[in-house]
């Protein structure tokens, strides 16, 4: 049976170190706070002017393509996932095309937010398994630094975002011992509104009319693009951070099992579980669910903060590095964020 395994994986992060205490320059929070609820210490931010979502995917995807022994020209297909695109369109995986210098080949970019990284290896691995391609390049990358409210407003949301970016080459083996052995997809638009960046977009309150009540601040405008969007935040992402935390407590565990269950493992039978970095207090409830060890779950967050789509591969990337996962371990990605959408990948390394 062929499956697709990492062949190379890559990451990369900017070289600006912002702390918390560096945050208080900006907006009314502190060290303490920002620790005690989400064990953040430092995030990077990108560079203002030189570097985009784009080049910072581009330098982890070079890690990766030279750790898979290939070259940019040897990729047949792109799939490259974020919240913030170089431009509202085209995607950044052609971007990335061009950079690299390679082929005409297909590139896709999945706007999947939190869960993006484990939705766009899924998709990579299906090509794969299908016989489709032989070396695809999947990517996360974020520049969450630009549009962030940095006033005492936006203070909830700010603080728990950085920037970075992971690549990973994906390539076919028939190998028992190795490879990507499933992966579990979901979504609950139901809650859409709750972790979201309403402007600009073309919704014109299409959506909002039904739950306004919510969200007794945002009075959202009916064009695209507006001053008064402008004036009032809206071009900022909004969270109801409890609501999203009682949400990302039960799905994680939920998805984490389903793919265990589908392989007939068990929560011990894992080396690693590499959750999406999303906060670390939401990181421990699943620990101590799933009753796995400090040691079967990697953690970064305190160090880069919440890098969205980049967290996965960010993660996973540096715990491999660290010598956390070996030829053959049980690894299971999972992630859960906007939309609602929620995933997981089990994997054997
Ligand atoms: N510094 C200081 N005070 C702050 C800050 C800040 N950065 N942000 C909010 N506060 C204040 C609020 O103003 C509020 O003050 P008040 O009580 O005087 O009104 C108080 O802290 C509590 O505010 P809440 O928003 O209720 O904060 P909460 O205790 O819920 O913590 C947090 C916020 C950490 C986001 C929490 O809701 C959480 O862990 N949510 C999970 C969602 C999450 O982690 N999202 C990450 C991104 S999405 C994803 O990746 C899935």
């Known amino acids: 049976m ?11 992060v900017p070289e600006q170190v912002v702390t918390n205490q560096d945050l208080t320059k900006y907006m009314e929070t502190s060290d303490a706070w920002i620790q005690e609820r989400t064990g953040i210490k430092e995030r990077r931010y990108a560079h203002r002017t030189e570097e985009t979502t784009t080049t910072m995917g581009v330098e982890a995807a070079k890690i990766a393509i030279e750790r898979a022994g290939i070259t940019p020209q040897d990729i047949d297909f792109i799939v490259f996932a974020t919240l913030s695109p170089d431009y509202y369109f085209p995607g950044c995986g052609v971007l990335v095309q061009r950079a690299m210098k390679m082929k005409e080949i297909g590139a896709l970019d999945v706007r999947n937010q939190c869960s993006g990284f484990v939705y766009a ?4 691995d299906q090509f794969i398994r299908g016989g489709m391609y032989k070396n695809v390049l999947v990517i996360g990358s974020e520049k969450h630094s630009f549009g962030l409210d940095f006033s005492t407003r936006g203070r909830n949301v700010s603080v728990i975002f950085g920037d970075g970016a992971g690549a990973v080459v994906l390539q076919p083996t028939t190998s028992d011992n190795q490879g990507i052995l499933s992966t579990h997809l979901h979504s609950d638009g139901e809650s859409a509104e709750i972790l979201a960046m309403y402007n600009p977009g ?21 064009m695209f693009m507006s001053h008064e969007m402008i004036d009032k935040a809206q071009n900022f992402p909004f969270m109801d951070g409890p609501s999203v935390f009682k949400k990302a407590v039960v799905k994680f565990p939920e998805v984490i099992m389903e793919a265990l269950d589908a392989n ?3 929560p011990a ?24 060890s400090e040691d079967q779950v990697y953690n970064n967050i305190q160090k880069y903060g919440n890098t969205t789509a980049a967290s996965v591969p960010l993660a ?16 299971c990605l999972a992630a859960f964020g906007s939309g609602f959408t929620w995933a997981s990948a089990l994997l054997k390394w």
């Open 2 to 12: 062929t499956r697709s395994r990492i062949a190379g994986i890559g990451m990369y």
């Open 121 to 124: 290896l899924s998709v990579a």
């Open 202 to 222: 073309t919704h014109a309150n299409h959506w909002m009319e039904q739950s306004l009540a919510a969200f007794d601040e945002a009075e959202i405008g009916q």
């Open 264 to 266: 007939g493992c068990t």
């Open 269 to 292: 039978d894992l080396k690693l579980l590499i959750p999406h970095q999303a906060n670390l207090r939401i990181a421990q409830f699943v620990q101590q669910k799933l009753g796995l």
């Open 316 to 331: 996973l990337c540096e715990a491999w590095q660290n010598g956390k996962i070996q030829e053959g371990d049980l690894v």
